[in-house]
């Protein structure tokens, strides 16, 4: 079996619930403030140790309260932080984020997580079989030198390029998997997309950006289009009752890569995935909705 290892953000959720969203220049007032982890780096390495991979996370935390709350969390969901670092002088990760009807609307202020460096990422040993992952809450230069590493090693890399900025060809040269969402894909491929597109719309997107890649769209309640060989492969999303989506792709990426790193094939792989994050939307918060494997699978065989 493969190791998953994650080099991303880390982030401590402060969320405030509330019947809509402000507009520009209005207030509305809220429901509840609540603090839950967060990070996409975070909380794809939550998703993938719960769902049965080894997990090692790479980042950064400020030496703060939050910080110190963060560890304990992660410790206890089972993802190895031998490759946390406190670092003095800055906050850990904070996200300020707004929830009403199910959406969300995130500011993040990166604190520890804009230090972490190619050091950082060169400290673990990944072998053939693992499975690297990142995002970009974390500088573009450490994601490339740890791919970089990654690839030289036999590992699979596998991006999920949210939130959407502009990176270099040198970078997703090294990716083998790409998972984003519309935004992302539209962003990126310099297509316009809407929500309500066809899948062939997607498809179209992701050759163009991607055409000698995996690349996994993920549409929200629509489920996920995939391209793989360039091939498109529409896996539905299962119906359920949203409460927030804050992490459901940071759930799929995390249930994908821990499924590819015990072995699974591709389509199944993803097909899990799709589940895992359907369980995660029903709940508040991001790392403490990712799902157990036995809530996966119990999903899964009522879906057969
Ligand atoms: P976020 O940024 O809110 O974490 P995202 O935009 O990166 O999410 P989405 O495409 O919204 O990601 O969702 C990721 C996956 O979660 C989807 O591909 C699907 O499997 C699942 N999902 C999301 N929303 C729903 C929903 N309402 N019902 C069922 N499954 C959902
Ligand atoms: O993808 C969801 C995550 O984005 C949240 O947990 C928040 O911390 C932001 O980084």
Known sequence: MGRVFVAGSINMDVVATTERHPRIGETVAGDAVLYF??????????????????????????????????????????????FVKDTPGTHSGTAIITVANADNTIVVVPGANAKVDA???????????????SQFEIPLPAIASFFARARAAGATTVLNPAPAKKA?????????????????????????????????R?????????????????????????LVEREPLLIPGREVKAVDTTGAGDCFVGALASQLAIGKPLRDALAYANIAASICVQRMGAAPSMPTAKEVENALSASR
């Open 202 to 226: 997607f498809a179209e997107a992701a050759r163009a950006l991607a055409p000698d890649k995996i690349v996994c769209v993920t549409l929200g309640k629509r489920g996920v289009l995939a």
């Open 37 to 82: 982890p967060g990070g996409k780096g975070a909380n794809q390495a939550v998703a993938s140790a719960k769902l049965g991979a080894p997990t090692t996370l790479v980042g950064r935390l400020g030496a703060d309260a939050f910080g110190q709350e963060l560890r304990a969390f992660l410790t206890a969901q089972g993802v190895d932080l031998a």
């Open 119 to 133: 050091d950082d990422v060169a400290a673990p040993a990944l072998t053939k079989g693992d499975i690297a992952v």
């Open 168 to 200: 270099d060809a040198t970078l997703l040269d090294l990716v083998d998997i790409l998972i984003l969402n519309e935004t992302e894909l539209g962003f990126l491929s310099g297509m316009e997309l809407r929500d309500s597109d066809a899948p062939g």
